[in-house]
């Protein structure tokens, strides 16, 4: 009986397809650092940049959820509403907690705060204190694990080995998972990487010792996004404006069936990576699918009806750079699929910028 009806359910799928083919649930994880019209602009917003967002996410039906309520549905556990915003701050600064949480409290909205164990405490004016993070705890924000020293993790050290160096970032992440733990008393096991900076391997670390990842990548957040390094909508600085990221608030998370690369760390001379993505097309038009890559756009070549390729033409820069690739979606009007890789190149000593 129950193989008969996924066969006649695959029968409508196939023959009655895409317009009421629903999306699969998707949250828009929004990542914020400063909350200051006196630090630097590129990872801030003002507090009335802040009331305005929360504004919009309020006129525009949208629901802020909680972190841990947004893992729970989308895997399936929880009941997800429509339109589901998750908000995070990095860094604990202290403008953060003086301007951003009022503005916050005047919403009544969940938040996490991603923390760098050590400058807490110890940078008075600048980081937050522990006396301030357990407030907030209190208030009912998450308190999560950003590392001890906000290092750039997959950077190796002289001369150190994969081992050794696995074994430090084990160290690193664990250390601040247990200072958060002695500090707050609460212990989510969830992890955002410094610069949302990460290879293959560090990823497996964080799935290894049972964290989930957060990067600093855009895209919808769904059931088959990589639970290693979660996709974040940077929204402070020129993102903080309306027009663009209202579009990424209602992002969707594409249904991927594969995802192919060779690492997201790549070698100095390694200039043009290639990306391969198999996924369920059944909810936008192939012709439809657009990427970026360093703004530009960039025409995805499909190799199946379900699988596209990318690569960069001219080498990507030193440092972070990304692939971006959108859709509109068919059955949501207005929403659009999208799904974003963060890169790392280094420089030919192994470094890149901050
Ligand atoms: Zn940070």
Redesign the pocket.
């Known amino acids: 009986m129950r193989s008969f009806s996924i066969l006649v359910l695959a029968f409508l799928t196939t023959f009655f397809s895409a317009p009421n083919q629903a999306a699969e649930p998707s949250v828009s994880i929004l990542m914020y650092?400063h909350v200051s019209d006196s630090t630097p602009r590129v990872t801030s917003v003002t507090a009335e940049e802040l009331r305005e967002h929360l504004q919009y996410l309020k006129d525009n039906d949208f629901t802020v959820i909680d972190i841990r309520d947004a893992i729970a549905g989308v895997r399936g556990e929880k009941e997800l509403p429509e339109k589901a915003v998750v908000l995070t701050f990095?860094?604990a600064y202290q403008n953060i907690f003086t301007n951003g949480r009022p503005v916050l409290q005047e919403f009544d909205v969940p938040w996490t705060l991603?923390v760098?164990t050590d400058p807490v405490g110890n940078t008075p004016g600048r980081y937050m204190s522990w006396d301030q993070i357990r407030q907030l705890h209190e208030e009912g924000v998450v308190i999560a694990n950003?590392s001890t020293d906000?290092a750039h993790m997959p950077r190796r050290a002289q001369g150190e080995s994969d081992e050794d160096w696995r074994q430090r970032m084990a160290e690193n992440i664990l250390k601040a998972e247990q200072r958060i733990l002695d500090e707050v008393g609460v212990s989510y096991r969830l992890f955002?990487f410094?610069?949302g900076e990460y290879d293959n391997q560090l990823a497996n670390l964080v799935e290894e010792l049972d964290f989930i990842g957060f990067g600093q990548h855009s895209g919808g957040f769904g059931a088959t996004s990589d639970f290693r390094a979660i996709p974040r909508f940077a929204a402070a600085g020129i993102y903080a404006n309306l027009n663009t990221l209202g579009t990424k608030m209602g992002a969707l998370a594409f249904r991927l069936k594969d995802v192919t690369y060779r690492d997201t760390l790549l070698r100095h001379d390694e200039t043009k990576p290639a990306l391969e993505i198999e996924l369920d097309t059944s909810d936008f038009h192939n012709n439809q699918l657009n990427c970026f890559i360093r703004g530009q756009a960039h025409t995805p070549e499909w190799i199946a009806d379900n699988r596209f390729r990318i690569q960069a033409e001219s080498p990507v820069s030193i440092g972070r750079s990304r692939y971006n690739c959108t859709a509109p979606s068919i059955a949501k009007r207005g929403r659009f699929y999208w799904y974003s890789i963060q890169w790392i190149r280094p420089d030919a000593q192994g470094s890149w910028p901050d």
Do not use: N
């Open positions: 650092h990095d860094d991603f760098a950003h906000h955002a410094p610069y």
